[in-house]
Structure formats: C-alpha cells, structure tokens
T-cell receptor, first 110, second 112 residues
Framework: NAGVTQTPKFRILKIGQSMTLQCAQD?????MYWYRQDPGMGLKLIYY???????DKGEVPNGYNVSRSTTEDFPLRLELAAPSQTSVYFC?????????FGQGTRLTVV | GENVEQHPSTLSVQEGDSAVIKCTYS??????FPWYKQELGKGPQLIID?????GEKKDQRIAVTLNKTAKHFSLHITETQPEDSAVYFC???????????FGAGTRLFVKA
C-alpha cells in the first residue's frame, strides 16, 4: 500500500545544477500537486495537474517545470538551482478533494 | 487569488485542555476547507474537512466550524493529548479541490 512515493528523500545541489524530483502514486488519482514548504511557513503550490498531459502553474512556479505523461508519475524539474530553492518539497495526489502527501524531499542548494 | 491566514502560529496547552486554531480566507468562491496534521519528518495528513454547505462538523475530539459570511473557519480539539502535538494547517479550495491554498501552520504543543 505505497500511496505517494517521492525520491530522493534528501539531496544537496550546487548552484546552477539541475535535478528532477520524482513522484509516483498508485491510487489512480487524476489530480497531482507539487508544494514547497519553507521553515515555519505553510505549503506553497508550485504546479498541479488534473490529468495526464495537463499541467498548470500554482502560486510559485518560477524556476520549476513539470510534466505528466502518465497518471502515476508527476516529476518536478529544477533547471538552474538557486539558494532560494532550498526547501522541503511535497508531492500529493487526490481523487477529488482529500490530498494524500508523500514523505517529502529535503533539498539544499549551496 | 485565494489567501489563507492562520492564527496563532504557536499554541501551547496543558494535557486535557482545549485548543482552538483560527483561519480566514479571501476568495468567496472557495467551498472546501480541509485541516491537515503534520508530524515531524512526515507529509501532512488530512484530519477533518468541511464544505461550504455545512456550518459545523465533528469527529470524536476534533470539530471544525465555518462562517461563510465572515470567511473564517476554526479547528477545535478537546481533551488534548501529548500525541496531538504537531503542526496543523488549514486550507481552502474551490470546486474540485485542486489548487488548494494552505495557511502558514500552527505548531501545537501539548504539555503532559
């Protein structure tokens, strides 16, 4: 009963490097989301998807890209990492309203 | 767009006391209001939610109230226990539930 799986759990990037945060769900949910959580702050929506092939920007999309080629997978791409992208990233999925979250990826950009 | 404000940012209570967390939202079109609990090192988990056609909902020691006219909603935890210690987030979203906007969170400490 995996739910939402995120990889990696931790990552340190150098400024200017690129990486992809992986997210997979096995609940056949149409909706998927990426949030970032900064210390002492709430979750900010980066991108979301209402189904395979459809993505849209959230509150803080700059510096990120997403794709949704399958229902199960929703990777988040950082092209040119900046210190401001140091955060904990959460992927989530939902059928309609209740969102199920992954365990998070702690990313540090140095 | 939607903006959700949450208060207080930190709340400390004695075991057995009640805890109340309050949120306000800006978009009158929002109609779904979930509350999430986040334990250390984990992702948020839904604990209770309420829709705009309901004024109050209760689940054991947890209750949520909604005042659509004033655009605010509250979480009430009664008979608090140490395991209630966590960060609690309120959120608001429109039809479909996606594009959910979260409050900044309340760190609840329950002292034994």
């Amino acid at each position: 009963n995996a739910g939402v799986t995120q990889t990696p759990k931790f990552r340190i990037l150098k400024i200017g490097q690129s990486m992809t945060l992986q997210c997979a769900q096995d609940m056949n949910h149409n909706y998927m989301y990426w949030y970032r959580q900064d210390p002492g702050m709430g979750l900010k929506l980066i991108y979301y998807s209402v189904g395979a092939g459809i993505t849209d920007k959230g509150e803080v999309p700059n510096g990120y890209n997403v794709s949704r080629s399958t229902t199960e997978d929703f990777p988040l791409r950082l092209e040119l990492a900046a210190p401001s992208q140091t955060s904990v990233y959460f992927c989530a999925s939902s059928y309609v309203t209740e969102a199920f979250f992954g365990q998070g990826t702690r990313l540090t950009v140095v | 767009g939607e903006n959700v404000e949450q208060h207080p940012s930190t709340l400390s209570v004695q075991e057995g006391d009640s805890a109340v967390i309050k949120c306000t939202y800006s978009d009158s079109a929002s109609n779904y209001f979930p509350w999430y609990k986040q334990e250390l090192g984990k992702g948020p988990q839904l604990i209770i939610d309420i829709r705009s056609n309901v004024g109050e909902k209760k689940d054991q020691r947890i209750a949520v109230t909604l005042n659509k006219t004033a655009k605010h909603f509250s979480l009430h935890i009664t008979e608090t226990q140490p395991e209630d210690s966590a960060v609690y987030f309120c959120a608001a979203s429109g039809t479909g539930g996606f594009k959910t906007i979260f409050g900044a969170g309340t760190r609840l400490f329950v002292k034994a």
